[in-house]
DNA sequence: ATAATAACTTAGAACCCGTAAT
DNA sequence: ATTACGGGTTCTAAGTTATTAT
């Protein structure tokens, strides 16, 4: 369908290409633009071809680790499955990949045809092609998927001695793989264990899901590491890396080629608690609060492109308004063997809605083909651009057909050094949780502090579209919750008959026992009813505020838009431990911004 | 100028596990 | 003691952007 995306509607029913065109194909459509104007009066784009903190492009002078931990080769389990009914002999390898499907049984993509139908296809070429097996209809995997269920039950019944035993055993074989020495200071390594097998799962609908994620081997591996430093020995035995660099200019300890996209890479990085994380992050948010130098005159300088005669232009001026407005994503181009999303420049015709007089709805899948779905009022001259976008263009049509996120970075290159697209999200973000926190805090209670601190959280996280899903049992907690408060309602208003009683001096009847009550004074069961009154008020605002978040994600934001000077100073000032807003991981992954200023402003 | 590649950040789901509720 | 819940951690997919190749 790639064919498409740029040019034609939606046309899934296009022949697929050659392989070799895949994308870029795409473009042939927008081209006319003849950008001359793009690289005109850029004050800085031409200067400041290294970013500020790095030292020339250098990462590190001196990096040693200690590669990479392979999974445990597979260890067969015999079970036989069934083909039309029929017990089946599997080799190792075609029964692993049997496991792999069978245990996916209760998962959704079970059910989905393309995982189906890679899969099967992936599988095959592993049982060859004289194989019995011939048609997925008639596999039954269940026996696989019941040893399966008796191994997990196996591992639930181990007491916690059994488990933690079993866990430092695997800390303690992983101890070394776990850290790296940069610049001779140790630092936490992120992701050392190398991928293991299985079945690619893609989001949305992606067109791979399913197929074989073959298994890693050390001849796969290209391993960075310092010069004077010793090559990590291999750890399986008489295999050996495929590769070894020492290139100081990048941050990867290793990588190796994505077997589900050969074009793509995996790499091994530090963790993010480690300084060169650490560094780039705080340079990250240092640009995004540059912005605010230049947001004035950035926003200028759209709305007067808003009317401009250039289409080109009109496009970059309605683009760049939408990203700064609705923190958009910039929306690269996507191949077509990938799941079909957007952002901001990819935004097709039927993405968008004109509602007269003077909205517009947005409608599209997004990263990871989460649905954005939202309905915002616009200025009248946006409005009518957008409009002219439109027309003559069918469905499917890129709305934006004159931009892409190349030629809209280069633009906003020309208005701020270092500007991308990205950066807005970051100073959208940072800059709404610095300016709520700052109105809305007041003098409370600790817990008031925080819920004001989680309602700004929350606003961020909407903002941006973080979305979860909702859990399996939400429904089962809403209703057991009211009818708790259902619980605590009638006890309240047995308890106010009970406090008209007492008041006359009546006796207060029997319980639910059939035994009389206690005779309590008035101001007793008074406060009796009072305190279950404050009870459901909690439960109360409990139910709404899971209601409201059950969608809502709010750890995307705090992780990675959210300038953490921003919490601490607020922290400071107003004496939350900051243990309240930060886990472990965070603190540490934001050590480089605990010893800012209280007063510190984004 | 455009396309391909490389390197890095951002993302939600799955899993795991301690603790609160029963 | 047992289950349920939810926070934290892990996993790896899916984005963005800068650079390099054509």
């Known amino acids: 369908m790639g064919e498409s995306s740029k040019g034609k509607p939606s046309a899934k029913n296009v022949v697929k290409k050659s392989p070799a065109s895949t994308k870029k194909n795409i473009k042939k459509m927008k081209r006319k ?85 890679n899969f099967f296809t992936d599988w095959r070429k592993i049982l060859g092609k004289n194989h019995i097996i011939k048609k997925f209809e008639l596999c039954d995997f269940t026996p696989i998927y019941e040893w399966h269920l008796r191994e997990k039950e196996k591992k639930k019944q181990m007491t916690s001695e059994e488990k933690k035993a079993l866990r430092e055993e695997k800390l303690k074989q992983e101890d070394k793989y776990m850290w790296a020495v940069v610049n001779g200071v140790k630092e936490k390594v992120g992701n050392f264990r190398v991928e293991p097998p299985g079945l690619f799962r893609g989001r949305g609908k992606h067109p791979k899901m399913g197929k074989l994620k073959r298994r890693i081997k050390p001849s796969d591996i290209t391993i960075n590491i310092g010069r004077g430093a010793p090559v990590p020995e291999c750890p399986i035995p008489g295999e050996s890396w495929k590769e070894i660099k020492h290139d100081n200019t990048v941050t990867w300890l290793a990588f190796w080629n994505d077997p589900i996209s050969q074009k793509d890479f995996k790499y091994v990085f530090l963790a993010a608690s480690s300084s060169l994380k650490g560094q780039s992050d705080k340079e990250k948010y240092e640009k995004s609060r540059k912005l605010k130098d230049h947001i004035q005159n950035i926003r200028d300088n759209y709305t007067k492109d808003f009317r401009s005669k250039d289409e080109t232009k009109r496009q970059i001026a309605v683009a760049t308004y939408l990203i700064d407005k609705l923190a958009l994503r910039a929306g690269n181009e996507k191949d077509d063997d990938e799941a079909e999303t957007v952002g901001c420049c990819t935004l097709k015709i039927d993405n968008v809605t004109c509602l007269p007089p003077n909205k517009i709805q947005f409608d599209f899948l997004g990263k990871d083909s989460i649905r954005y779905f939202n309905t915002v009022e616009v200025e009248e001259l946006v409005y009518k651009a957008i409009e002219g976008f439109h027309r003559g263009k069918p469905p499917g049509y890129d709305l934006f057909d004159k931009l892409d996120t190349t030629r809209l970075n280069a633009h906003l290159k020309d208005l701020m050094p270092g500007l991308t697209a990205k950066v807005f999200r970051t100073y959208n973000a940072s800059i709404t949780l610095d300016d709520i926190l700052h109105k809305e805090t007041e003098d409370g209670t600790l817990l008031e502090k925080i819920a004001v601190y989680q309602r700004a959280n929350k606003e961020v996280a909407i903002i941006c579209n973080h979305q979860r899903s909702v859990s399996k049992s939400h429904e089962s907690q809403m209703t057991r919750l009211n009818e708790k408060i259902d619980d605590l309602k009638a006890q309240r208003d047995e308890l106010k008959v009970d406090l008209g009683k007492a008041k006359k001096g009546k006796p207060l009847g029997n319980d639910k026992d059939g035994k009389p009550k206690k005779n309590s004074p008035p101001e007793q069961i008074e406060k009796k009813i009072a305190a279950i009154e404050t009870k459901i008020e909690k439960m109360e605002m409990d139910k709404k505020i899971k209601e409201d978040l059950k969608t809502v994600a709010l750890g995307t934001s705090k992780i990675n838009y959210l300038d953490p000077r921003i919490t601490v100073a607020w922290c400071k000032r107003h004496e939350v431990p900051i243990e309240k807003i930060f886990n472990k991981s965070l603190l540490a992954k934001f050590g480089w911004a605990m010893d800012v200023d209280p007063e510190f402003r984004f």
Do not use: C, R
Not at 39 to 45: A, D, G, R, Y
Not at 54 to 75: A, M, R
Not at 102 to 116: G, L, N, R, S, W
């Open 33 to 117: 633009v003849k950008t001359k104007k793009t690289m005109k009066n850029s004050q800085f784009s031409k200067t400041m071809k290294v970013p500020p903190g790095s030292g020339g492009g250098q990462k590190w002078t001196t990096l040693e680790h200690n590669g990479v931990i392979f999974p445990p080769p597979y260890k067969p389990h015999g079970v036989k499955m069934l083909y039309n009914g029929q017990p089946v002999d599997l080799t190792p390898e075609q029964e692993e990949v049997a496991t792999m499907f069978a245990v996916m049984k209760d998962t959704e993509y079970a059910t989905m045809q393309t995982f189906i139908d």
